[in-house]
């Protein structure tokens, strides 16, 4: 669906706003409740259509997932499927992350492909060799793909790139896996660092992330917890270079300025003011 936005500038942003929980954080963490066999609780998780997807996705396979308040709860102990729908995975291009945690639970899962073809560049590819080399059988049949893995076995897997997606899943897989799991050449966005925060909350034994390689010990018996997302750089990013464009002087509740670096370098490079105390704080100084 298309829409049309306009926007009238010329005017100052003044005011504060409070950072919601970052999408690319919160969806693996969805997928990553497969492993936790009691109840979730998700604060500060975004209201969005993907986190609807994920939702969606959830009770599908015979999980409760409903809100209470500003929290997502989430329980999966009632799992009884294995297979999602062709209809599920187009609602979203990052459905595959469920993919490892299916796996790894139930020791066999069926979807289709994301968009649900498998003609040219398959996005996946990486999750799917580093998911094979941890043991599982996946057959790719008429845009489907059927998983099987009676056994998952840690080992050195090294990703070709360091693939955030392929990272997140294969962190999922290992979960499962018997004995350690190394992922080389690892994704090191701040958001996998969050999962594995997450899964170490849930008991988990993940570290390393943030770094190129990351470490799972396999086998732990995973149980529920209460869970703060993390807040979305990208959109505290966008607030801050809005500011920066328009003047102004405005407050970022709940931000994280080392999730921001690259950004707020920029803009104090080019003569912007930023405190941070409980929140981040942009003011143009002067700057033509």
Known sequence: MSQLLSVRGGRRLEGEVTIQGAKNSVLPILAATLLARGQV????????????????ILRHLGCDAHWEADALA??????????????????????????????ARC???????????????????????????LGAEIREEGGFLHCRADRLRGRE????????????????????????????????????VDLQNFLNACGARVSGAGSSAVSIE???DLHGCTYRVMPDRIA?????????????DIYLRGAEERHLATVTAALREAGYGLNQEAVLHLARQGVT
């Not at 020791?107 to 080399?133: M, N, T, V």
């Not at 505290?236 to 328009?246: K, R, V, W």
Request: charged share 20%.
């Open 236 to 248: 505290a990013a966008t607030y801050l270079c809005a500011a920066a464009s328009a003047g102004g």
């Open 107 to 133: 020791g066999q899962a069926d979807l289709s492909y994301p968009g649900g073809c498998e003609l040219g560049p398959r996005p996946i590819d990486l999750h799917l060799s580093g998911l094979r080399d």
């Open 41 to 56: 609780a998700l604060l500060g998780c975004p209201r969005l259509r993907d986190v609807d997807a994920s939702i969606r």
């Open 218 to 220: 396999g086998g732990q």
């Open 74 to 103: 989430v329980d999966t102990t009632a799992l009884r499927r294995c297979e999602i729908s062709d209809v599920l995975m187009r609602e979203m291009r990052s459905s595959a992350i469920f993919l490892g945690a299916i796996l």
């Open 157 to 192: 897997v090294v990703l070709r790139m360091p693939s955030v997606g392929a990272t997140e899943n294969l962190m999922l897989a290992a979960c499962g896996a018997e004995g350690v799991t190394v992922i080389s050449n690892a994704a090191r966005e701040p958001e996998v």
